[in-house]
């Protein structure tokens, strides 16, 4: 049977809304918010409150514009296990990916809200409350790096454990997602630490994984263009001719 032919146009706009996330994702949190660098958990409630009250408006349309790019977590993702499902003849590992990134793309819409309801109302609830909506907003943006994990760990062994003919990532990308894996796991630590580099404004708590993590998009979305190239070029190649069979008498 001929194969379908590739939708190009739509495997590409899934892989290029992975820059567009960290694109709209930092310029939420980044120049409108005011969130980099965070608050320290640390600070007392009165100074968190007096900062949201402060930048209510700049932290509202930050926020919404962050919460727009957390919706291309479930497109891009999905760019990837297009590629990891071909290897597969049980896709258990993609069904993985997918569960995972569901629980991604959920959780990343919850932190932007979460601190969009602690700029709401800032200077009419107690500075207690909006301290802890704001923490809320980093815990949900840092501690739950465990099906972050899982989902980066099953694109790993789904790249190095393809045995089809023409495998769409080289089987560095597979340890390079164990490698990502593996360096958002302290993001768990915040969880015991209100200073120094392990609370959730720390080197080894948010910088390491944030870091890591949004350059792993990039990543991927390099590799995922260049395997959508590769099967274009693949499929353009004119079929092998096949000798016929003499007849026997």
Request: proline content about 8%; glycine content about 8%; hydrophobic content about 55%.
């Amino acid at each position: 049977m001929k194969p379908l032919p590739l939708n190009t146009s739509a495997l590409r706009l899934c892989a290029w809304s992975g820059p567009a996330l960290v694109i709209l994702f930092f310029v939420g949190l980044v120049p409108l918010a005011g969130f980099i660098p965070p608050p320290a958990p640390s600070d007392s409630a009165e100074l968190i409150a007096s900062w949201y009250q402060e930048h209510t408006i700049a932290i509202q349309i930050g926020v919404l514009v962050m919460v727009t790019g957390t919706a291309f977590n479930a497109t891009f993702g999905a760019s990837i296990a297009v590629w990891t499902r071909r290897g597969e003849a049980m896709p258990v590992l993609t069904y993985v990916q997918l569960i995972c990134l569901a629980f991604v793309v959920v959780d990343a819409f919850f932190t932007g809200m979460v601190w969009g309801v602690a700029a709401f109302r800032p200077d009419e609830v107690a500075a207690d409350t909006t301290r802890m909506l704001n923490d809320l907003g980093w815990f949900l943006f840092l501690f739950t790096w465990p099906p972050f994990t899982v989902w980066l760990l099953a694109i790993g062994l789904g790249v190095i454990w393809d045995k089809s003919d023409h495998p769409a990532f080289p089987r560095w990308v597979g340890y390079y997602n164990f490698w990502v894996a593996l360096l958002i796991v302290p993001a768990g630590l915040m969880i015991f630490f209100k200073h120094g580099p392990f609370g959730f404004n720390g080197l080894i708590t948010f910088w390491m994984p944030t870091f890591v993590f949004f350059t792993w998009i990039c990543v991927m979305t390099y590799m995922v263009l260049r395997a959508i190239s590769a099967e274009e070029q693949r499929r353009a190649l004119p079929a092998p001719s096949v000798d016929p069979q003499p007849v026997r008498g």
